[in-house]
C-alpha cells in the first residue's frame, strides 16, 4: 500500500486551519473528483465521488480526533484507504498542513507506478486548492458562476475543471493575474520563462 505525504504552508493559524479542515461538506470545494462528503455521525463520513469515469460511493471512520491538531480515518468499505491530516503552529497567523495516505490502487500491477504518481500529483493540488480556500474563504471556486463573478478576467484564456483552484486568488496556479496576462501571447501561450 503506497504512502503519499505532502505539506503545504498557510498563511492563517493553525486552529483556522484545522476548523476549514473538519467542514467536511467544504472537501468538493478542494479535492479533485470528490462529489459530496457529509457527516453521518461525529465518526463516520459519507463519500461521493468520480473514480476512472464512474461515480462511486465510500464511508470512512475517523479513528483519531485531536482539536486543532490531528484527525485520521479509514474507510470502512470502498476504495480501502486510510489517511492522517496534521496541522502544526509555525506561529499565532501562520500554519502548517501534513496530509498522509495510505492508498491502494484499483489497478492492474503493472499500471501501479502510474496510479501512484497520478496519486501524487492529485494530492499536491488538493494541498494547494485547501490554501486558497482556508486563505481566501471569500472566492468562489471555478464552475461556480460567470467570469465578472469569479474575478477573472474576460480577456484571460483559462481552461479548468470544477474543482480547481480559487479564482480570484491571484499568484495561485492556473489563476491569471493583471501581469500575467500582459506576458501571454494573443494565441493564449504563456511566454513567461520556465511555464509551459
Known amino acids: ?19 476549514q479542515w473538519t467542514c467536511y461538506e467544504d472537501y468538493p470545494k478542494f479535492m479533485e473528483n ?13 463519500w461521493r465521488a468520480i473514480r476512472d469515469g464512474k461515480e462511486v460511493e465510500w464511508h470512512s471512520e475517523l479513528s483519531t480526533q485531536e482539536a486543532d491538531h490531528k484527525i485520521s480515518w479509514k ?9 492522517m491530516v496534521m ?19 484499483d489497478t492492474a500491477p503493472d499500471q501501479a507506478g502510474e496510479a ?3 496519486m501524487i500529483q492529485r ?26 463573478k469569479t474575478g477573472i478576467e474576460s480577456s ?8 480547481d483552484l480559487l479564482t480570484n486568488t491571484p499568484g495561485s496556479p492556473n489563476v491569471p493575474t ?12 504563456d511566454n513567461r520563462l520556465g511555464l509551459k
Open 87 to 105: 496541522v502544526h503552529v509555525v506561529d499565532d497567523t501562520h500554519s502548517r498542513v501534513q496530509l498522509v495516505i495510505n492508498s491502494t490502487p
Open 116 to 118: 501512484e504518481m497520478l
Open 75 to 83: 474507510d470502512t468499505d470502498g476504495p480501502s484507504n486510510t489517511g
Open 34 to 46: 470528490v462529489l459530496e462528503v457529509k457527516a453521518e455521525s461525529p465518526h463516520q463520513l459519507y
Open 156 to 163: 484571460a484564456s483559462v481552461v479548468a475543471g470544477q474543482n
Open 1 to 19: 500500500m503506497p504512502r503519499i505525504e505532502n505539506i503545504v504552508e498557510l498563511n492563517v493559524s493553525a486552529s483556522t486551519a484545522f476548523a
Open 178 to 189: 493583471a501581469k500575467d496576462s500582459a506576458n501571454s501571447s494573443a494565441d493564449g501561450q
Open 123 to 148: 494530492v499536491e493540488k488538493d494541498l494547494a486548492r485547501f490554501k486558497a480556500l482556508v486563505e481566501h474563504p471569500e472566492a468562489l471556486p471555478f464552475g461556480s458562476g460567470s467570469p465578472e
